[in-house]
């Protein structure tokens, strides 16, 4: 019988079918394989991070709240700890699994987030992230409140500038034809008006105008505090910087929205001291008004502070004077006894006008005193609240007397809120993280902010050997053992 010549042509077909079919199968299976073994890589990694994270500062933790990594404390490089930790945690997890094996070539860092940079940024983020509270929305319609009123005020007492304008303006002499008055020509004129002046200035020289003008200009501590021993003379040189900018801000998302900046505002006040609230410390004793006047000595600060506290008070007691009848009357009649003899009517409205402002000049001095012994003030006075009289607001200040006390009025607090809210974002940033680096070295002499990591992003090489090495013995393989190589990323932040 003869035989075909296609014997074993179906064997040789089916092998090479089912060599290719297992081929199919054994690089599906070793694709999933290395995917496999990269996701658990880069599980591994983020875990090495974790554990790298856990090494945060606990000191400045405990005392401000905020989390950051100090390089300054760790006992090896960052990149070899991640390492360690990776290949510890590919051991605890694989140990003895051959499928799901890697090896770690190399770990490097591609980028440090400081607490330094991009303004401060990533430690603003910190604070707000401890800071964020249900009553956000009330509270900063309370402070609203009281800088529209403070603003109201100040309007007030622009009033009395624009009238302090009026009267070096006037035409004396035309006003003085005007009411009929002959100076007798132009020679003469200009001799007979620094007769009139002089009148005035000796007239207005024993009146409270001058002694208020001249408690004004010297306006100071001791306008405010009678035994300044007490007061600390604590002065140092704050040397914190802004770092590198890594122009992330818009990308990331960090809106500087009024109700952050009022979560910003009561973290220094609830970590910083103040004037009513001092604390033992080697530092700067009043903290939180060096966050709003960044001078270098506490007697800077506070009189920085008190005399724009005085400046708000003096524009809420000047709106409060135009708006009673009384008042106006009062000082209307003064001035009409002081200077009516001339005859000049602009010249009474402006006297009235300064008498209105030296007045409540004298009340706010009264105010601010009894904002630093503690008392409440009312915001906008009322007839029960306000102390002085327009004839002896002089001598109340003169001697330290303070104004009355107000049960639902503001403290002193308060006012610090007011002016940290209308402070700049980025000094009072810096000025923040100048307190707590310099309070950090009495634990730590090295501690510097500069240093403390927000945030990282790292690059991690790996090798994975083949599991099915003896089908895809002709694939291109690299390593000592014939593994492949992954570079993986990852990063964290607090």
């Avoid at 940024?121 to 402070?143: D, G, S």
Wanted: net charge negative; with cysteine; proline share 1%.
């Amino acid at each position: 019988m003869l035989k075909s010549k296609y014997d074993g042509a179906i064997t040789v077909f089916s092998s090479l079918l089912f060599l290719m079919i297992f081929t199919l199968i054994a690089v599906s299976l070793e694709s999933a394989h290395q995917t496999g073994v990269r996701v658990g890589a880069c599980f591994a990694l983020n875990a090495g991070l974790d554990s790298l994270f856990s090494n945060y500062d606990a000191d400045l933790y405990e005392d401000y709240g905020v989390l950051f990594l100090n390089e300054g404390m760790l006992e090896s490089d960052a990149d070899d700890l991640i390492s360690e930790y990776m290949r510890y945690g590919a051991g605890v997890s694989f140990a003895g699994d051959t499928f799901t094996r890697f090896d770690v070539d190399n770990v490097s860092t591609a980028e440090n987030y400081y607490a330094t940079d991009d303004n401060g940024i990533f430690f603003r983020r910190e604070v707000l992230e401890l800071m964020k509270v249900n009553e956000v929305t009330n509270l900063l319609n309370t402070i609203k409140t009281y800088v529209e009123q403070a603003a109201n005020g100040q309007a007030a007492a622009q009033y009395i500038e624009e009238c302090k304008d009026d009267y070096e303006n006037v035409d004396w002499e035309e006003k003085a034809k005007e009411l009929g008055i002959d100076f007798g020509g132009e020679e003469e004129a200009q001799e007979e008006t620094p007769d009139i002046d002089a009148k005035v200035d000796e007239s207005l020289s024993d009146s409270i105008i001058t002694q208020a003008t001249n408690l004004l200009a010297g306006a100071s501590l001791a306008l405010y505090i009678r035994d300044q021993s007490d007061v600390s003379p604590a002065a140092k040189n704050l040397t914190v910087e802004f770092t590198k900018d890594h122009d992330i801000e818009e990308n990331v998302g960090f809106i500087r929205t009024e109700a952050e900046e009022l979560l910003f505002d009561e973290y220094v006040l609830d970590n910083f001291n103040s004037y009513t609230n001092e604390k033992d410390g080697s530092g700067i004793k009043y903290e939180a008004e060096y966050v709003i006047g960044g001078a270098q000595s506490d007697k800077q600060n506070l009189a920085i502070v008190l005399n724009e506290i005085m400046g708000i008070r003096m524009g809420l007691n000047i709106a409060y004077l135009l708006a009673h009848t009384d008042c106006l009357s009062q000082a209307t009649a003064t001035a009409t006894a002081l200077v009516g003899w001339t005859g000049i009517p602009v010249l009474i409205q402006v006297v009235m006008v300064l008498l209105i402002g030296a007045w409540a000049f004298c009340e706010a001095v009264l105010d601010v005193r009894a904002l630093i012994a503690g008392d409440k003030v009312a915001f906008v006075k009322s007839r029960a609240t306000w102390t002085t009289t327009l004839a002896g607001c002089v001598g109340d200040v003169l001697n330290f007397k303070k104004a009355t006390p107000s049960k639902y009025g503001v403290d002193y607090k308060m006012y610090l809120r007011i002016l940290l809210f209308l402070n700049q974002t980025d000094a009072k940033t810096l000025r923040t993280m100048q307190i707590i680096e310099w309070n950090m070295r009495s634990k730590d002499a090295t501690f510097t902010l500069s240093k403390c990591i927000y945030a990282v992003e790292v690059t991690a090489t790996i090798t994975v050997e083949p599991v099915f090495s003896s089908i895809l013995e002709g694939f291109g393989r690299s390593g000592d053992y014939g593994g492949y190589s992954y570079r993986i990323r990852g990063s964290n932040i607090y």
